[in-house]
């Protein structure tokens, strides 16, 4: 299974957590989203995201200034 990828480099926040919520209401739980962000501020973000919607924040990375997050939807 492939993951969906998301590119919200150059938003700021809350426009990548908002635009990552978007992109997993049709997954089906277990798919991944991955998400580059430029906003250092994604990083807490999105581990309040996942926290509050009991997805699970499998990985972050940062490379060069670019936020890279793998998300797997829960049930």
Do not use: H, N, W
């Amino acid at each position: 299974m492939s993951a969906i990828q998301l590119d919200t480099k150059g938003l700021k926040c809350p426009l990548p957590v908002l635009r990552a919520r978007k992109a997993m209401k049709p997954m089906a739980a277990g798919e991944i989203l991955e998400v580059e962000a430029t906003d250092p501020s994604s990083v807490q973000d999105f581990k309040a995201f996942c926290e509050t919607t009991g997805d699970a924040l499998l990985e972050t990375q940062e490379a060069d200034g670019v936020y890279s997050f793998r998300i797997r939807k829960g049930g």
